[in-house]
């Protein structure tokens, strides 16, 4: 199979991050996975909704990053927490609304936070978590620190006043924010070109003032190199930049809308065949191969103590304790 990659980005990323965001895409693929089977199984209390098929964003931004930088994310957020190095075992706990979950259980699949990563929280509020992450960047302008923080969010939330109000303010007080929208092409069941008239979201940023960038969201080098010129631009204090990543979902919304579909499709012509053609991990690991950086072997091994890692993730989370009823009113700010 020949490369899918950008090879003139791929050859400018050194193999140890080459197979860092290769760990890190399967990491997410893996827990993903399982907690597709897990709510088909009805062991999952509320929704969730899987990042599989957009992982090259998740893992090439965050590879980009510090440890010190910030991330916020979205409903569709496990990718992004585990990207920026979280627990795959406390994640699960929380899905499973245990006590030992990242929310001791009361924030559930779409609020997973883990401060000490930098993940300052996800977010069901689509658009709710850019002018926090605004927020974040103007804490370390204002701190005089180096740290960058980056938004995560979906084509749908580029239609949010939040968007546009984040992204003037970020242009005018310079601060170091990425933008990064994942254009899987739907806002739940509507496709984009049904809820914006243009075609490629980047250009909103024009609007600001500031840089846009498209990127091939399925494209894990290509989207690490684009996050890597503008975090550097941000770290030199020269304000934030729009990375519009086009990618895909590879399954539906939300886990379990076979059930009130009712067989209705969505889905545009060629796009559903794209996002199986275009999965990053398949495009990621031909590459690693035939650039001679690991074996298939090698790749199998990692694979399967990645399994093991997500098995031992849901069987902490299957023994952890409930919540206690006394606990309920914890935690809240009223
Ligand atoms: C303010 C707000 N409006 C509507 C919803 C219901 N809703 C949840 S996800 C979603 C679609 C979001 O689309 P997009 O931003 O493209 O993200 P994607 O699900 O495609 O990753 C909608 C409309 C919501 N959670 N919040
Ligand atoms: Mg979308």
């Not at 259980?105 to 996800?122: N, T, V, W």
């Not at 740290?147 to 242009?171: M, P, R």
């Amino acid at each position: 199979m020949t490369t899918l990659l950008d090879v003139a980005a791929a050859q400018s990323v050194a193999p140890e991050v080459v197979m860092d965001i290769y760990r890190r895409i399967l990491r997410i693929r893996r827990f993903e996975e399982q907690v597709g089977k897990l709510f088909a199984q009805g062991q999952l209390p509320g929704f969730v909704h899987l990042y599989i098929g957009a992982e090259a964003v998740g893992a090439g931004v965050c590879a980009a990053l510090r440890d010190d930088d910030y991330i916020i994310s979205t409903h569709r957020g496990h990718g992004h927490v585990i990207a920026k190095g979280g627990d795959m075992k406390r994640m699960m706990a929380e899905l499973f609304g245990k006590v030992t979950g990242y929310c001791k259980g009361k924030g559930g699949s779409m609020h997973i936070a883990d401060f000490e990563i930098g993940m300052l929280g996800a977010c069901g509020i689509v658009g709710g978590g850019i002018p926090v992450a605004v927020g974040a960047g103007l804490s370390a302008s204002y701190r005089g620190t180096d740290q960058v923080s980056v938004t995560f969010f979906g084509d749908g939330a580029a239609n949010e006043g939040s968007f546009h109000e984040s992204l003037n303010l970020a242009s005018v007080l310079k601060l170091p924010v990425l933008f990064v929208c994942e254009n899987n092409q739907y806002g739940e069941f509507t496709p984009a070109e049904r809820a914006m008239n243009i075609k490629d979201i980047a250009l909103r940023a024009q609007g600001y003032g500031i840089p846009g960038v498209i990127a091939d969201g399925t494209d894990p080098l290509a989207m690490y190199v684009v996050a890597r010129e503008a975090v550097a631009r941000a770290r030199r204090g020269e304000g934030p930049t729009l990375i519009e990543a086009k990618t895909h979902r590879k399954g539906g919304h939300a886990e379990g809308e076979d059930a009130f579909l009712a067989g209705q499709q969505y889905r545009l012509a060629d796009e559903k065949e794209a996002a199986q053609r275009h999965d990053p991990l398949v495009k990621l690991h031909a590459y690693v191969v035939e650039q001679g950086l690991v074996t298939v072997e090698e790749l199998e091994t990692l694979d399967q103590a990645t399994l093991q890692e997500v098995a031992e993730a849901v069987e902490f989370a299957r023994t952890s304790p409930e919540p206690s009823a006394e606990t309920l009113l914890e935690d809240l700010w009223v």
